[in-house]
């Protein structure tokens, strides 16, 4: 945790609160917390801050702010990705947040087992996410928006995501052009579930404005390729 997010209206009066448990049990056991400390502090879709801790209690700590920081900035970036495992889902999503991503679209596919619809951690993506802008010093979260069908998305959707300005690559092992690298403009990244989108989906994703690139001729899982393209697309150097 390398910032703590509270809601807007645990600031509004003079002295600010940190009451939520999970947070109070990682400020005293991990980072052993005293009066006087400082403390990077974020407001939920808001600014963060540099705080001083003025009280400890068993319920509550009670902060002061000292100064405005600068939040960092966002990736210009839409990551569609075919619903992973549901184990994979959480690290994917806490992964994402902190790179930075602007906004996920989580999708369904051939190759992506109907069972993980029905995953309990779909409906705990708002921890997974704060989670992610905790461990960033963010504060703004992600948008996430859920398809359960391929088809109507790629035609009825992604089109008003393709612009001169803003491409969208598939990432496609048997691509014959290679992934773009250090680009300097917005994009959507289209990726797909661990086996691989069935030709018919990556012929309908070309048919609708994305361009297939490899990163190689090696499979790799969807949880390494993300930051791995991330990195790539987004280098300054």
Not at 118 to 133: A, C, K, M, R, S
Not at 140 to 146: D, F, N, Q, T
């Amino acid at each position: 945790m390398n910032i703590v997010l509270l809601d807007p209206r645990q600031t509004e009066t003079e002295l600010w609160s940190i009451t939520s448990t999970r947070q109070l049990e990682h400020l005293q056991q991990h980072l052993q917390i005293q009066v006087g400390d400082t403390l990077k502090v974020g407001i939920r879709e808001g600014q963060r801050y540099l705080t001083e801790i003025v009280e400890i209690s068993e319920k509550a700590v009670r902060l002061k702010p000292l100064q405005e920081e600068a939040v960092p900035e966002k990736l210009p970036v839409t990551l569609i990705v075919a619903l992973p495992r549901p184990k994979v889902l959480r690290r994917l999503i806490m992964d994402s947040v902190t790179l930075g991503v602007e906004k996920i679209i989580l999708l369904h596919s051939y190759r992506v087992d109907k069972s993980y619809w029905q995953t309990p951690f779909l409906q705990q993506l708002n921890h997974y996410i704060e989670l992610g802008l905790e461990q960033a010093g963010d504060t703004v979260a992600p948008k996430i928006e859920l398809y359960k069908r391929f088809k109507p998305f790629v035609e009825d959707i992604l089109p008003g995501l393709i612009s001169t300005d803003c491409p969208a690559y598939v990432a496609h092992p048997y691509a014959e052009q290679a992934m773009p690298f250090a680009i300097e403009h917005p994009c959507t990244i289209v990726i797909g579930p661990e086996g691989g989108f069935i030709p018919y989906e990556v012929d309908l994703l070309i048919k609708n404005g994305c361009q297939a690139v490899s990163l190689g001729n090696r499979i790799i899982r969807t949880e390494t390729v993300i930051p791995y393209v991330l990195g790539r697309l987004f280098s300054a150097g």
